[in-house]
């Protein structure tokens, strides 16, 4: 996973609440393979017509728009659905660092797991970097060990876990993390098993029979 | 004596297993459950060729992608439908997986499958590539969605990285009156703390309404504590859910039940125990609840009117108020019991379990719907069962379409779809735009709520129709 330690980039500004994982990839879309790009999926229904005509006045549309990597927008971003395409889609189209003041629970670990910055702002600070930015994309500075962010004169903090910081920081991925613990779960599973020995699935023996 | 402990932090105690210098803990997991859309984290496996650490704790189920007009896959005519179903079945047989498949007489929504089969057990750490996971909290265990990097770090390790969640307690006092279900007791703290109010914590369920409700009722519940943005949502096991569990095809049997409930008995939250953050509703405040918007959180009582965005004093809710009524085709101040509908949809892990079937086949018995519709049981144990009480009799008979189980018109995977523009009038869990298909227009609403539109054609306090009627053929989610 790539590290993030500054972004000195381009931002838009998606002014809406409740950008929720449905509108960032709506479910058809998500039969396809990684491998096509979800790039061309992300916020599909929101910036075309029922026909598929994008609206050119729709902010991904502007010039430009394809080199932006922050997007800055309002309260319960990527509320929703458990879907990592939500994510995949952001990550695919460019985006690095998304900007709300406050994010769906599950959206924000799959970002962190992708390597997209899940930054929250105070929701003063989100409507001054949303008109600062205006409605076309605009140079913002993104600075992940300092925690800050900066539009033309609006420079705003934000927040985010240490544990999430550390490992957007170094690009860490939890498989790996994980395994060095391999012999302590192997300890763990098998106290486990002899303390809680019902958890083990017993297999049905008889035919099933609908309980209602 | 210890300190007070909560129910969360007893469950969450008993499956640390190892807590990292930055706080984070390594949670064992009983049970993950995969399905069609898991596809993502198989393949980060086979990049990395790791193999599937505790095939024995994980079970496939075909739930989210299956056609609900035929149970064959040559019936699916999208050959990429088709190709999730059989990636699914090719991942699971590859791995040693157990599937519940398409053809599977315990086939059904993952959320409905697992408490049926008893493989949710109180007290467990249960993990599902889907937001609804939350579900299976209504048995006291700690149950929460997680993403397909997540998926992938189960397989490969049977634990998952965690921060601790705050725990918050939702206390409902008094007893529901008849007409009000679990779903609107959600949709009413929804609304009031906002579809972002939870977040950051684990909810615990409490209180005498909470107590009375079945298992069912209880397991809608949980189901939406996801869309109050919750990480999971619990209620303490009692009799009632040691009653549901004897005898479940996968339910420790004789002397190990014995010993399982009696662990089972101590998941409770102490008295005294502390909670980050306390809300209590009177079951007396809440009515037949029904959304008007594009969040779940934009929910009102039946008798109510649709906001007019002039009248709110916050520019930010007025502006997605605004936005809302505008994608929903309604009119500032519009009487909801005004607004009339097009389609129904009995369905999805939030509200196709017996029950609900029950509920809205109480409403429609005899009765035509003035408007399409489809029901889908939650499972297809739930369909056989329906189908011995003859209530899919009642629902063909009032117009509805009799269907086989899957998650279907709740997400559109399928290919189950609302029209574009049209207003759909359903048992799901979320009402986001497109949800149910691009420009749908979706009203979250209880069983008996939903089957009271159908007859009326508009949206209907089902108080209004049922009363008179004979008391005991009305579930009411209450016991």
Known sequence: MQPITVLDTLGVALAAANVDTDQLIP???MKEPRSVGYG???????????????????????????????????RNFGAGSSREAAVYALVDYGFRCVVAPSFGDIFASNAVNNGLLPAVVEED?????????GDTPAAIYVD????????????????????????????????????????????????????????????????????? | MSTPTTLFDKVWRAHEVHRSESGQSLLWIDRHFVHEGSFHAFNKLAERQLPVARPDLTFGIADHYVPTLTRDLAGVVDPKVRSMIEQLSRNTQQHGVALFGLDDPRQGIVHVLGPE?????????????????????????????????????????????????????????????????????????????????????????????????????RLTLCNLSIEGGGRCGMIAPDQTTFDYLRDRPWI??????????????????????????????????????????VSPEEALPIDRAVPDPEQLSDPAKARQARESLAYMGLTAGQKLTDINIDRVFIGSCTNARIEDLRAAAAVLVGQKSRVPGMVSPG????????????????????????????????????????????????????????RQGPGARTHLMSPAMVAAAAVSGRLTDVRTLTAGVDSSVQATGAR
């Not at chain 1, 916020?43 to 922050?70: C, K, M």
């Not at chain 2, 009413?188 to 009722?217: K, P, Q, V």
């Not at chain 2, 409930?261 to 980050?276: E, M, N």
């Open chain 1, 125 to 133: 600070d989100a409507e001054r970097l949303l008109a600062a930015l």
């Open chain 1, 27 to 29: 479910a058809r879309f």
């Open chain 2, 379 to 434: 499972s297809t144990l739930v369909k056989t069962q329906a189908e011995a009480e003859g209530l899919d009799r009642i629902f063909i008979d009032a117009g509805l379409e009799w269907r086989h189980s899957g998650c279907s018109m709740c997400v559109g995977m399928n290919g189950d779809l609302v029209a574009s523009g049209e207003r759909c009038a359903s048992t799901t869990n979320r009402n986001f735009k497109g």
């Open chain 2, 252 to 293: 420790p049997q004789g002397e190990a039940f014995k010993q399982a409930c009696a662990y089972w008995a101590t998941l409770y939250s102490d008295p005294g125990a502390r909670f980050d953050l306390e809300v209590t509703l009177h079951a007396d405040e809440i009515a037949p609840t029904v959304t008007w918007g």
């Open chain 2, 117 to 217: 089969q008893g493989l949710t057990q109180p007290g467990m750490v249960m993990v599902c590539g889907d937001s609804h996971t939350a579900t299976h909290g209504a048995f006291g265990s700690i149950a929460f969605g997680i993403g397909a990097s997540e998926v992938a770090h189960v397989l490969a390790t049977q634990t998952l990285w965690q921060s601790k969640p705050k725990v918050m307690r939702i206390t409902v006092e008094g007893q529901l009156a008849e007409g009000i279900t679990a779903k609107d007791i959600a949709l009413t703290w929804i609304a009031r703390l906002g579809a972002d109010g939870a977040r950051g914590y684990a909810i615990e369920y409490a209180g005498e309404a909470i107590r009375s409700l079945s298992m069912e009722a």
């Open chain 1, 144 to 212: 992940l060990e300092k925690q800050l962010i900066r539009v033309a004169e609006v420079e705003v903090s934000f927040s985010i876990s240490t544990v999430w910081r550390t490992k957007l920081l170094n690009g860490w991925d939890d498989i790996d993390m994980t395994r060095q613990h391999a012999n302590t779960i192997t300890d763990f599973a098998a106290n486990y098993a002899r303390q809680f020995p019902w958890t083990a699935p017993r297999l049905p023996e008889t035919e099933i029979i609908s309980k209602g």
């Open chain 1, 40 to 74: 061309q999926f992300l916020l599909y229904d929101v910036r075309h017509n029922e026909q598929g005509t994008p609206d050119a006045e729709f902010i991904l549309h502007r010039p430009n728009a394809a080199d932006a990597e922050v997007m800055v927008s309002r």
